[in-house]
Nanobody
């Protein structure tokens, strides 16, 4: 059974930083460690938003709203995906979700993803 568990959320002031972590376990060994993973977020009253994705080659894509501020990375040895968030703004306040799609190497633009975590809350106050 695949499990996706996020951590690292919290409350910071504008301009602060946070690093989110996402541990994925239970993925069939046949998929290897190189597959699509991503971070998404949903703010209260707003639509679900794709924040950053990382394909099987390690290539990242970012939403325009976070480019230059957020960095997605992965430590395959720990099966962990990270999202380093710098220069945070109040509009970054949201529940952040990690997702994994082991059956896809590239591209990571599919509308639905196989596995999701429960989310971790990020609050940025001015």
């Amino acid at each position: 059974q695949v499990q996706v568990v996020e951590s690292g959320g919290g409350s910071v002031h504008t301009g602060g930083s946070l690093q989110l972590s996402c541990v994925v376990s239970g993925v069939s060994a046949g998929y290897g460690t190189n597959y699509c993973m991503g971070w998404f977020r949903q703010a209260s009253g707003k639509e679900h938003e794709r924040v950053a994705t990382r394909d099987g080659n390690g290539n990242p894509t970012y939403a325009d709203s976070v480019k230059g501020r957020f960095t997605i990375s992965r430590d395959n040895s720990k099966n962990t995906l990270y999202l380093q968030m710098n220069s945070l703004k109040p509009e970054d306040t949201a529940m952040y979700y990690c997702a994994a799609h082991p059956s896809r190497f590239w591209p990571c633009d599919m509308p639905s993803w196989d596995y999701w975590g429960q989310g971790t809350q990020v609050v940025v106050s001015s």
